[in-house]
């Protein structure tokens, strides 16, 4: 006996005609925020999926959710005119990718055998590399190349189904650079498929030439680097790399402070290497969402989820650091804090790939298959604040999903190495095609 889709809503869109229509899927995850945005605790399960399912898109948006049969029922079919047969396939929202840092010049391979050696992170910094060696790279680059650099990386990312990528900032450290990448990322964000959100990353480390006075280089991004940017537009987000000895509990609150009042949202880098107490400052100026959490404390957690921080967690930079310990996302979870995943993408931890962060919080974090899928779409899109647009497959938002080569959402992590896509649609149009 036929039983209709809980999650259909075609009634809205019943007279319009569809330019696209996916059908026959397998499982068609819609992340339907009725189970909340951000999804927190056992929600983060929820995935909302329809057996045999079809969408249907007209223009950038989608108008029909629900089964094949119903779809079948409710437009001329044949009329359609790009139809995609999901047979055996898994679909799902795009990728949200909200912790990045794309814009840059120069690598930093070399840095693998001294971290075989022993060499830590703050080690390697100290000795000129790290940040800085990719500041000193990044300041050197025209910005063509940097736009060049970032179109190589988007189009990766594109490959392996991320639709929306918040981009940081942080290797300028001079209000020239970093306006440098800030107008890189505008480019791209015109020109390239993907969807950029801008951060202003001015607090990522402190500059060689200000290595004795820190003070004094917080004083330049508060009166300068903060009022130029908010000025000219080019930022959403602001952010800083609060850590032991890279910017303090004092110097991080006063940045990010400032940077509300010219209306900067916050964000924050905490306690990936120390604990610095830097959930609760998360907590304290309200920040969007809070970036490692490898070292928080209980109470710093448990004071993230009362503000409805969202934890960012970032799997590759452990792993890429040939760390033991990743962030306690199951306690994160017990607390009641959301939780949303990212690549982290940087010269030190160089993935495209949202699929291999899904295997890594898996099989390192221990989030279920589900829980994961849910941190890299619905919630990844609430760390930006772009929930209502993106990150479910809902009537009304943005046509932005994936069609895998799967036949379900437990094979995301199980199958790993290897690219899962079969098609990413993007407002709407076909992005990538491994069908041809």
Sequence with gaps: MFVASPYAKKEIFSEVDPDLAIFNANELITMN?????????????????????????????????????????????????????????????????????????GTRENELSMKLKGMTYLEIL??????LKTVRETRNAPLEKLVKNGKKILDRMMSYGTTTVEVKTGYGLTTQSEIKQLKAIQ????????DLIPTFLGAHAVPSEYKNK????????????IPKIAEEGLAEFCDVFCE???????QSRKILSVAKKFGLKPQIHIDEIVDTNGALLASEIQAFQAGHLLKSNDEGLKSMAKEGVIATLLPGTPFCLMLDEYAPARKIIEYGVPIALATDLNPNCWTESMQMIITLACYHMKLSPAEALTAATINGACAIQKQDDIGSLEIGKKADLIVFDVLNHNFLPYHFGVNLVSKVIKNGKIIVDNDL
């Design 33 to 105: 925020t009725r189970y909340g945005a951000p999804r927190i605790g056992d929600n983060m399960s929820e995935l909302a999926i329809i057996n045999y399912g079809a969408l249907a898109v007209k223009a950038d948006r989608i108008i029909f959710i629900g089964t094949t049969e119903e779809l079948m029922s409710e437009y001329e079919f044949e009329k359609i005119p790009t139809k995609v047969d999901a047979t055996n396939k898994l679909v799902t929202p795009g990728f949200i990718d909200p912790h990045t840092h794309i814009i840059f010049d």
């Design 126 to 131: 100290k000795a000129g590399g790290g940040i």
């Design 187 to 194: 480019i791209l964000n015109e020109d390239h498929p993907l």
């Design 214 to 225: 820190p003070d004094k280089y917080v004083d330049l991004i508060i009166s300068e680097m």
């Design 244 to 250: 032991k000895g890279i910017f303090s509990i004092e």
